[in-house]
């Protein structure tokens, strides 16, 4: 359900004035965006008024870009830049001279397409400091001439500088019955979001975060971490999803906020990102995440050919996340993959491999259907396109689509992800049961292998309760 966002009246050009910044999101995993409400929050505390809207769950007033001087978009994925940039068009026929910024790991990524394009400004890296300097350089007058803010005239590297952190101001987006929940034991309960972190330590050559950070990572300071939790859980939230790249790039950091949290509210649960090899170093650290509250952890498993790991770079083996998932096993916490199975280097038999990899180790209901579709993306400035491997395979950057092309050497590889993709989108809209949509997804795979598929439909064999699993399915 759509909601309308309050405008301002005004017609004032001072950017202090109520609405003269608009800041949007488009898509942010189903959660009510922090990348809308700590930029918010920075703005205010430097005597600004921003006009906020959600535009996943919220509708875009013309009023509201008409009267807008600055419009900053938010787009920390590649969805959300799809989707952005549709935005960005209506935005400039309806106020064609506004100054249309786009902030966030995939603006960045994509800054050379945006800026002929559509935008008149970039933003990446840490970018609330930055976005104040784009807003008081646009009050003087003048070029914009500011680090970490890229124009079509002037240059510059992301902002990679600490920031003085607020509580993010959550205020004026819309409430969390609009944005996921957390589906446990049979119980629905209203999910928040928030980070502890940002950046990552580790360079895996497919990530989107490591063009920008290249190996930093900053914490968010504990009692900002917390404030925001506070007030999510006044507004009725009983589940927080910590977002982010690696929740344990920071262990102490992280364990911390987890105990604070459980100590003012023991009721509320809570999951986090981790990768493989994080979970079997810190497996002391598991049993204790689980009594603090902890119900799922989403690793990148990604895939379990260690050709194709070691392709991207993973830093994790297959025998690393048979290791991961017996210590989750072991301290009562759930398991979520998230995958990307089709690459250059991953083969049909890897592919056969990994469905029988999630029948037998029962994690059909651990896994979203669109996971096993989801094909490598290769923005421009990925660390990928420094991959030898890559290059017989490597096709031309397709700018309007944000991604190098690149063909999979099996034709058979392309075809099945196409019929995957489609499958999944099927299931996930009609409601099917996950049983059923991984039974056809396997025969898929397998008639694509020119084999007769299994006969016998998968089911639970072990007597667990479904894992926990909130209502967005993941994407990127």
Known sequence: MRVRAEVADTTGRDLH???????????????????????????RVAGYHPLAIDTAVQELPAAAIKRARLV????????????GVGLGERIRAVNPGVHLC????????????????????VIGGEIEVPLLGLVQALERGGPVTVPGVVTREQSSAPALVRVGFPVPARDVLPPPRHYAHLIINGQVVPAGYTEATRGCHHTCAHCPVVPIYRGRFFAIPRQVVLADIRQQVANGVRHITFGDPDFLNGPTHSLRICRAL??????????????????????????EFRRLGCVFVVSAVELLSDRALKAIRKGHSRADVLEAL???????????????????????????????????????????PVHLSI???????????????????????????????????????????????????RATREGWDPYTTFAAIRALAWETAGKQPPSEPPRRRRKRPSPPRLTESWFC
Not at 18 to 31: D, R, V
Not at 107 to 116: C, G, I, K, S, V
Not at 343 to 355: A, K, M, V
């Open 17 to 43: 004035e109520p609405g003269a910044i608009l800041l949007l999101s488009c898509y942010e995993l189903g959660h009510q965006p922090l990348s809308l409400a700590m930029p918010l929050a920075y703005l």
């Open 72 to 83: 900053a978009i938010s787009v920390p994925m590649h969805t959300a830049l799809r989707l």
């Open 102 to 121: 786009y902030y966030g790991l995939y603006a960045w990524l994509n800054r050379d397409y945006l800026l002929r394009e559509l935008a008149d400004s």
């Open 262 to 287: 459980h100590e003012e509210f023991p009721d509320v649960t809570f999951d986090f990102t981790a990768r493989i090899e994080h979970i079997v170093q810190h497996r002391n650290l598991m049993p």
């Open 326 to 368: 017996r210590v989750c096993d072991d301290a009562g916490i759930a398991l979520r993959p998230s995958l990307l199975l089709f690459t250059p280097w991953t083969t049909l038999g890897d592919y056969l491999e990994l469905l029988e990899f999630i029948e037998e180790e029962e994690l059909i209901e651990h896994v979203d």
């Open 375 to 425: 094909r490598l993306l290769i923005p421009p400035g990925s660390a990928l396109l420094e991959v030898p491997e890559l290059r017989p395979y490597l096709g031309p950057l397709d700018e309007a689509n944000f991604t190098y092309t690149w063909r999979h050497p099996d034709p058979r590889m392309d075809e099945l992800q196409q019929a995957v993709a489609e499958l999944a989108e």
